[in-house]
């Protein structure tokens, strides 16, 4: 059966129209689920990871072209600064991943329903946590 949309007459119309009301969607209003946030960040982090490549890039174009060259790129990649962009690199790369495989489960129709997505988005930002954190322990050990 389906249903058709009928506009509302103006009396309808008067009585809906309320000062208190806010416009829709209105921020106060609408909060955003865990699950669109992380959506959001899964696009950010694509590019940010995309952008950290050439971090990556300038250190192995630095080794190939010789000692000093290596040892300037390590200094900038050793610095407080070059520490902070690691781990933002890190911290993208495996929350990228995760969220990646939690898509790739999506895909064969397993853990679609809204609390199997909400667990699964809180599961996404702790195995995040872990991992970067297990990288940066074997990293710098």
Known sequence: MRVRYRAPTV???DAMKSDTRPLS???QVYKLPIEGKLSILHRITGVGISIG???LTYWVGAAAYGPET???AMGFITSWFGYLLLLGFSVAFFFHTVSGIRHLVWDVGVGLTKEE???SSYAVIAATA???VLA???GLA
Request: no cysteine; glycine share 0%.
């Open 117 to 119: 997505a909400r667990r």
């Open 11 to 13: 009396e309808e119309a």
């Open 53 to 55: 490549m050439l971090l």
């Open 25 to 27: 969607p209105h921020l």
């Open 70 to 72: 290596y040892d300037a």
């Open 136 to 138: 940066w322990i074997i």
């Open 130 to 132: 872990v991992l970067t």
